[in-house]
């Protein structure tokens, strides 16, 4: 039986997102991880607005949006602290901008809330997206 911790299973749904090609932003098995009408917020940054998406299918838009621009998006993380029903996560995502092939970062923390095996909802507070320096992609395509 799999273990539905609230930890559990945001190492899962990370694992799901990590879990794609690299021209692929995210794969529908990342969603799997989510309740139906799960709630993501993002605070602001210098690069976006604060942000708020209700269920699946708003997210799924704003992903098909993000999978345009970028790919060979990837999570690690490197801290996971649970309570109860809440889980932290502050880890650095990459990817590369499709239009440069330019690979950036950025680091953030993400607040989960879990119930009954599936994510309910995300709290996004991300810093701004940076180039990765020494980057070997976009050096070889300007070198």
Do not use: C
């Not at 996971?80 to 970062?105: C, H, M, P, Y």
């Not at 680091?107 to 095996?117: L, S, Y």
Request: hydrophobic share 35%.
């Amino acid at each position: 039986m799999a273990d539905n911790s609230p930890k559990a299973v945001v190492l899962r749904m990370l694992e799901a997102y990590n879990d794609h090609t690299p021209d692929v932003y995210i794969t529908e098995r990342f969603y799997d991880y989510y309740s139906d009408d799960f709630v993501f917020e993002s605070t602001a940054t210098s690069q976006s607005p604060a942000r708020r998406f209700v269920g699946k299918q708003s997210n799924r838009e704003l992903l098909a949006q993000i999978s345009g621009q970028l790919r060979d998006s990837h999570q690690e993380a490197h801290d996971v602290i649970s309570e109860g029903d809440r889980v932290a996560v502050r880890f650095t995502w990459t990817g590369i901008v499709r239009a440069t092939e330019q690979k950036v970062r950025m680091d953030a923390v993400d607040f989960f809330t879990v119930r009954d095996g599936l994510i309910q909802e995300v709290m996004d507070t991300a810093g701004p997206i940076l180039p990765v320096e020494g980057d070997a992609a976009r050096e070889q395509t300007n070198g």
